[in-house]
């Protein structure tokens, strides 16, 4: 809708996942780092956490583009508290045959395709998202699944992708010998208030946008509303953008930024996240 009129190619804070925009932060840069250090030196677990809406899945996808062909992806990202046989989603995150298969069968199975992955060079990388909703069985399955090596080497690579509760149950002690298998592990902070700046900036600039079209007290109101988190800097900042050209102004400032926040709040799905709830980085 407003794309043209503020010369944009695409919208600058589409709420969708597009590796194009990770902004590089130390933070991000360093979680990024540290994911590609992990896979490429074979660590069994690697565990990534932060907080609703901080970028989690974006790094991954980032993740993922930087990998070579020769690394065969699973995900399994509909995780929750009963769905059932996790091996099932395993094997179907890699095409395997799983249909009317037992536990010890579908274990067969993918052992079998770990060693054939592993006899033909490929490494094999299963991404687990939303890992917050595996309950201790579930982990301790994950557990089982990495025994499998070969010549020294993890056959089957994980990455654990969660909110920050993950961590608490990984703290509990029977999954004491799971936490001692994570190899690499990285929480991402959400942005703080200079790093909200140049966020913005560096998304409108992507978009192919003037990176000071919104104002700098805009950006703060936002920041300090959302909490830092990119998800909801997003949601406010796309829709201040749907103002701005409602009004046909040249650039955001921060009454916009009120109006839109105000609407939001006013509509009882945004959190109404308070400078104090931002100091201590705890989001209602």
């Given at each position: 809708m ?21 902004y590089?932060?130390?933070h ?7 994911l ?9 677990f ?28 699973g995900?399994?990202?509909?995780t929750n ?15 395997l ?13 993918f ?18 998202d939303?890992a ?21 080497h993890?056959?089957l690579?994980?990455?654990l ?9 990984l ?5 004491r ?23 913005v ?8 946008g003037d ?8 950006v ?7 909490g830092g ?12 953008l749907?103002?701005?050209f ?7 400032d ?11 709040v ?5 959190p109404?996240?308070s ?10």
């Amino acid at each position: 809708m407003y794309e043209a009129f503020y010369g944009f190619r695409e919208r600058p804070f589409a709420l969708t996942p597009d590796p194009e925009f990770l902004y590089p932060s130390r933070h991000h840069q360093l979680a990024l780092t540290v994911l590609e250090y992990g896979v490429l030196n074979r660590a069994g677990f690697c565990l990534l956490t932060g907080e609703v809406g901080s970028g989690k899945t974006l790094l991954i996808r980032r993740l993922l583009s930087r990998l070579d062909a020769d690394t065969r992806v699973g995900l399994v990202s509909n995780t929750n508290r009963h769905f059932g046989r996790l091996l099932q989603w395993v094997c179907l995150a890699y095409g395997l045959d799983f249909d009317k298969k037992d536990d010890a069968e579908l274990y067969r199975t993918f052992v079998d395709f770990l060693l054939s992955e592993y006899a033909s060079g490929r490494r094999v990388l299963l991404i687990v998202d939303e890992a917050q909703n595996l309950d201790a069985l579930m982990l301790e399955e994950l557990r089982v699944l990495s025994n499998v090596n070969a010549d020294k080497h993890f056959v089957l690579q994980t990455i654990l992708v969660g909110q920050p509760e993950l961590r608490d149950t990984l703290r509990r002690t029977e999954l004491r010998q799971f936490a001692q298998r994570i190899g690499i592990d990285y929480h991402l902070p959400l942005l703080n208030q200079a790093e909200t700046r140049n966020y913005v900036r560096h998304r409108l600039t992507v978009a192919g946008g003037d990176p000071g079209l919104i104002e700098q007290d805009a950006v703060d109101l936002v920041h300090s509303r959302s909490g830092g988190v990119p998800r909801l800097i997003n949601q406010l900042l796309d829709m201040a953008l749907v103002y701005g050209f409602a009004d046909q102004r040249s650039c955001i400032d921060i009454g916009v930024a009120e109006q839109v926040v105000a609407d939001r709040v006013a509509g009882g799905l945004f959190p109404a996240i308070s400078l104090a709830a931002e100091a201590t980085g705890k989001i209602d």
